[in-house]
């Protein structure tokens, strides 16, 4: 730290506002990290005045000079490719006011420091950064920072009884306009819990302080009821842990605190977002909208907004009473089931199965506004059918249909065909009074026919017959039956074998050359024994 040296200050807490420090100007801009949005960057853009390498960096947590502060970390002499053109700082987004990694970007090199490393080096040579700095994906060394300042905590998000317990919150504003906010929930404890009904409680919050949600909470206490969420839609949560929730909400006068989107973060494997898609707030799908910077997520969270839809949201795989609708199984056919879905009022639909937007036909449903819809699923034995293969819907009287659609083999929803009473008929030729009728005499036909039909797949291809030709279908046959055929018989081979006359010559010169070797023998040793000894 020469004597020539000038000294330029950085302060991390002003991250919006340019300034001039020893002649030279310093911008702060921010973004998120690229690839991830749950790590902010806020860079730093450094233009110097006369010679670079007369400048030493020196970094403080403040967002202004103030006498009494002590600098983190400074960047000491460079050489003239040492010299840092930026400076960039990461931090979570779930804690904006504590820095994770900093980085001094040359023209040729980027060093990335560890931030508790520069602090506790307090400074250093722009020689010697290397000893503070790491290799490696930036990305993974955050997340895993991250999880060393916050100790590994993380929050289960409970869909029923169980209460809320050690849960932190605070709010964020969002872009220079503040036409949106964030509130942030973060687990306190070691075994933090957030109930899904409790996350819309906090509608606005003192932003300057960190409160504690209520432990036991577990009921909807918010005076505004247009922000709720079924347990449909977060299936995917539910009984998780993660690293922190995220709600994103509208400021402005029409939709004022009206939540928006849902981030639910974690860090060791994936995050999951939901996004509101309704003005009722019952329907919510599993999409995840991307950004750059907060000027983005404003144009984000606006597009959100203006695209809400009106209407009622039928769940077809919901088998029980969601929010907003009252669902009713009737359960007296012995070849399907009718879920029967009753709203409040006759509205225009959005359809929804497995958490996921479907068009039924390829143009979709036009001009019904439905106030009640039957879901109709086949069955065999006590299981219902994976797909639901016809839906009837009703205006205002239960008995007088309005549409109706049914299923293709094999095809998907938007391969869907609507019910007419015959094929190619005008709509001027059917009258809703002819179109009911015909559509009973059709499930009637199926609930007769698939009586005695046990197989799923055969029910389906006598219901989609039905529903398609005025003939009474017979089940597809099955191959042809084989006669049995009578094994053949087998015969007795003989009791005795004929005598092996080679096999009989052979032991009879075999046992004949034996007796004469031991004949012999003998004789050689009679006459060893006996004449020798005579004479």
């Known amino acids: 730290m020469g004597a020539r040296q000038s000294y330029l200050y950085i302060y991390l807490k002003n991250k919006d506002k340019d300034c001039n420090e020893a002649g030279c100007s310093v911008s702060p801009s921010k973004s998120v990290v690229k690839g991830c949005i749950d790590f902010e960057l806020v860079t730093y853009t450094i233009q110097y005045k006369g010679d670079s390498t007369y400048y030493d960096i020196y970094i403080y947590d403040t967002e202004d000079k103030d006498p009494d502060a002590y600098y983190i970390f400074g960047y000491c002499s460079p050489r003239t490719h040492q010299v840092a053109n930026k400076v960039e700082v990461y931090y979570s987004v779930l804690a904006p006011d504590k820095p994770l990694v900093i980085s001094f970007v040359t023209n040729s090199q980027k060093y990335n420091c560890i931030y508790d490393d520069l602090k506790y080096a307090r400074w250093n040579w722009a020689s010697y950064i290397t000893e503070h700095t790491f290799k490696g994906d930036v990305l993974l060394k955050l997340k895993e920072q991250y999880r060393k300042l916050n100790l590994n905590k993380t929050i289960k998000l409970a869909v029923g009884e169980e209460a809320t317990k050690d849960v932190t919150v605070f709010q964020q504003e969002i872009g220079q306009e503040k036409k949106n906010y964030r509130i942030i929930y973060k687990p306190n404890g070691k075994e933090s819990v957030l109930n899904s009904n409790c996350i819309f409680n906090h509608e606005t919050i003192d932003p300057s302080k960190q409160l504690e949600v209520e432990n036991g909470c577990k009921e909807h206490k918010a005076n505004d009821k247009k922000n709720q969420i079924d347990p449909y839609c977060l299936t995917s949560v539910k009984d998780h842990f993660f690293d922190g929730i995220i709600v994103y909400y509208d400021k402005e006068n029409g939709n004022k605190n009206m939540a928006l989107y849902l981030e639910f973060i974690d860090l060791r494997k994936k995050d999951i977002c939901l996004k509101r898609m309704d003005q009722e707030g019952c329907w919510w799908a599993e999409e995840k909208i991307e950004y750059n910077d907060n000027k983005d997520l404003e144009s984000q969270l606006s597009t959100i907004k203006s695209g809400l839809k009106s209407g009622n949201t039928v769940l077809l795989d919901a088998k029980a009473t969601y929010t907003g609708v009252e669902v009713t199984p009737d359960t007296s056919k012995q070849v399907y089931i009718i879920y029967k879905h009753v709203f409040t009022s006759g509205k225009e639909l959005n359809i ?110 006598i219901a989609y017959q039905i529903l398609t030709t005025d003939e009474i279908p017979t089940a597809p046959a099955g191959p042809p039956a084989v006669p049995p055929i009578r094994p053949p018989l087998e015969t007795p081979g003989p009791t005795t074998q004929p005598p092996n006359w080679w096999l009989i010559i052979g032991c009879s010169v075999g046992g004949f050359l034996l007796l004469v070797a031991l004949v012999v023998g003998y004789g050689i040793y009679w006459y060893n024994t006996t004449i020798k000894l005579l004479t």
């Open 352 to 461: 929804l199965f497995a958490r996921t937007t479907i068009s039924i036909t390829a143009k979709g449903i036009t001009g019904v506004n439905a106030k009640h819809v039957e879901v109709y699923y086949l069955k065999a034995g006590h299981k219902d059918d994976t797909e639901p293969f016809l839906i009837a819907l009703y205006e205002n009287d239960v008995n007088s249909l309005k549409k109706a659609y049914h299923f293709t083999i094999n095809g998907k929803f938007k391969d869907w065909i609507e019910f007419e009473i015959k094929k190619g008929a005008s709509k001027e030729e059917e009258s809703q009074e002819q179109l009911t009728k015909k559509f009973k005499e059709k499930v009637t036909k199926i609930e007769q026919s698939g009586s005695c039909i046990k197989e799923i797949i055969s029910r389906r291809f």
